[in-house]
């Protein structure tokens, strides 16, 4: 059995449970854990609706701590939300305390599965689920840059009217304003993509996935879907055990922080992280990227 607890029905929580009802998917029973339990039970109600429908069979039920001793994956999507103007980084001081409590709770249920953090800003937050947990490293994910890496194939699809899911680039870094796009790796079929694209081409690609998050949240006031997506394709990945290769945030031992680069997930987690050379002005961004996220940590510890 493939058990998942859901913790934060918000936007992206409920995005990521309503997602999970339309595919094939792994995942045999869902627990919903929210503090506000009547919302939830509502939410409940809703999603059961759609079993008549939905091509998997699930349980799906409001959940408490204790569901999580036999959970295969938790999922945290609880914290404050991203307000217009504010950047992921602004949400540390709010979203740490929560998740020291969460991460506690999970724990002394007896929780031996795989976190799945989807919380702002997610690298932090996937360090502290870490470190506050004090399970394996392969076993606590990040979902990083992944729904970045996801906006960056879609507009560069749309651009030279190619399938997204077959451009092959990503979004490394911090998910986050210092996140970029490392060009010298980003191919279609076995070409470089500079060959298809100039540079001021790219450099509006990068500019439109860097801000698309503030976009949406200018024009609805949050993002959900396209995370809610990105949850569930990593979701599978671990539950069919498919050493996919995904672009979330994993732990580099070297800098001490989590940070989005792709990684072989499966059953056991992130699996192993796929390392490619990088040129001199992109090894720069890199650090620059882990510096930040750094110091982030610095902050909430100091």
Known sequence: ??????????????????????????????????????????????????????????????GTYSDCKNAAIVVIAAGANQNPGETRMDLISKNSKIFKNIVDNVMNSGFDGIFLVATNPLDVMTYLTYKYSNLPSDRVIGSGTSLDTSRLKYMIGSKLDINPSCVNAYVIGEHGDSEFVPWSNANI?????????NEEELDNIYNEVKNAAYEIIDRKGATYYGIGMCL????????????????????????????????????????????????EEETDK?????????????????
């Open 1 to 62: 059995m493939s058990k998942v607890v859901l913790i934060g029905c918000g936007n992206v929580g409920m995005s990521y449970a309503y997602a999970l009802l339309n595919q094939r998917t792994h995942v045999t029973e869902l627990a919903l854990i929210d503090l506000d339990e009547r919302r939830i039970e509502g939410e409940v109600m809703d999603l059961n609706h759609c079993l008549a429908f939905a091509p998997s069979k699930m349980n799906i039920h409001k």
């Open 286 to 302: 890199l650090q620059n990227s882990i510096d930040i996220i750094k110091e982030a940590i610095k902050s909430i510890e100091e």
């Open 232 to 279: 569930i394709r990593i979701t599978n990945a671990i539950l069919g055990n498919e050493n996919s290769i995904i672009c979330v945030s994993t732990y580099d031992s070297t800098n001490d922080v989590y940070v989005g680069l792709p990684a072989i997930i499966n059953r056991t987690g992130a699996h192993k992280r796929i390392f490619f050379e990088l040129n």
């Open 189 to 197: 079929g076995l070409q470089n993509i500079k060959n298809f694209l």
